[in-house]
């Protein structure tokens, strides 16, 4: 044999690359097994591996943030009481004006003359009551008759009042202090009662209004302090005043009022703004919103492993979410999170947990 491989020298050298080749081969197949059982703990076969990654729960602030509507705090469409036609516009539109200054004048007409018909019918019944009275006491008439002569009294006195009134009517005059922000009509027209004159907004103060999840509303309290951001990032301070006592029928939501001072009145209402509203320090966990799941029960919460090595799964509060995750309450105070696979296991399912990279 080893003469015709003497013959041929080419077939040594050839079953000698071949027994380097597997030398080599296992080798490297050797090296791959030992650096798999070095990366992978020991697990049964057949378990579903998961990733898990241990979270300890911290203190946060409780906030909800909501969105809301700036309004003035006060605001009224003044109408007419009488007819009559316009004959001075004694304020121009968006001046402040005080409690009590004269607005807008209607003519008089003929009002001025029933006040003092009314006033001379009062001063005539009232003297003929007056004798009656002196009469009665001699008992020279009936007590019908001065029964009688005391209701007309009593009707002209009615009349003369509601002839001043409507005297008065024809000044349209400020019931509070505030800002003319719109006028409907214009000098000359001629205006029937309960037609639209202005209107009139107290912007000294403002109120946000927002609604709040029927979940949360319980956890809000009158007096609480609210910080308000405008769309233009500048940041005020305000109060909640008002928390409605009845849920809204068709979002389940509930309304709730800030006040808000705005001394400088600046013109604010009408314009949208987002409130945060702080209710106590709480022990929370920020985790990825991807790893928030649904159970049957339709119930939001995260998979998690316990020491037996399986599946949990608990519902979970969402507190607040960011660009850096979400905050969640609800968890184990430590607990192990399952961060990859958590879609392919149910809860009481046993598992081989790994610690995902990084984590410690």
């Not at 070095?38 to 697990?43: E, T």
């Amino acid at each position: 044999m080893f003469s015709q491989l003497s013959k041929r020298p080419w077939l040594i050298a050839v079953a000698i690359s071949l027994l380097l080749l597997l030398w080599l081969l296992s080798g490297s197949l050797f090296t791959a097994k030992q650096a798999a059982s070095a990366d992978q703990p020991a697990a049964e076969p057949g378990l579903a591996k998961v990733e898990i990654q241990w979270l300890q729960a911290s203190p946060m602030q409780r906030e909800h943030v909501l969105q809301g509507q700036i309004e003035a705090w006060r605001r009224v469409e003044l109408r007419a009481q009488v007819s009559g036609n316009v004959v001075r516009l004694d304020q121009d539109k968006g001046s402040p004006v005080a409690a009590g200054e004269l607005l807008l004048s209607l003519s008089a007409d003929n009002r001025p003359a029933q006040v003092a018909r009314g006033e001379a019918d009062v001063r005539q019944r009232q003297a003929e009551v007056d004798a009656a009275l002196r009469l009665r006491e001699r008992k020279l008439i009936s007590a019908n008759e001065l029964i009688r002569l005391q209701s007309e009294l009593a009707k002209a006195k009615a009349e003369l009042d509601m002839a001043r009134i409507q005297l008065k009517d024809t000044k349209i005059v400020a019931p509070f202090a505030g800002v003319y922000d719109q006028r409907m009509v214009e000098l000359g027209d001629f205006v029937q009662p309960g037609q639209s004159l202005l209107t009139l907004v107290d912007i000294e103060q403002l109120k946000v209004s927002a609604q709040i999840p029927q979940q949360d509303v319980g956890q809000l309290h009158i007096g609480q302090v609210v910080h308000v951001q405008l769309l233009d990032g500048r940041k005020m301070e305000g109060t909640l005043h008002f928390i409605a006592a009845a849920a809204d029928p068709g979002s389940r939501s509930f309304r709730v009022e800030v006040k808000l001072a705005n001394p400088e009145r600046l013109r604010l209402a009408g314009a949208s703004a987002t409130l945060r509203i702080q209710t106590g320090e709480m022990l929370a966990q920020r985790i990825s919103p991807a790893l928030l799941s649904l159970d049957q029960a339709g119930r939001q919460g995260v998979k998690w492993v316990n020491e037996q090595q399986r599946v949990e799964f608990t519902p979970v509060q969402l507190i607040s979410v960011d660009s850096q995750g979400a905050w969640v309450s609800g968890l184990p105070h430590k607990v192990a999170l399952i961060t990859l696979g958590q879609g392919f296991v149910e809860p009481g399912q046993q598992v081989a947990a790994q610690l995902a990279k990084g984590d410690s």
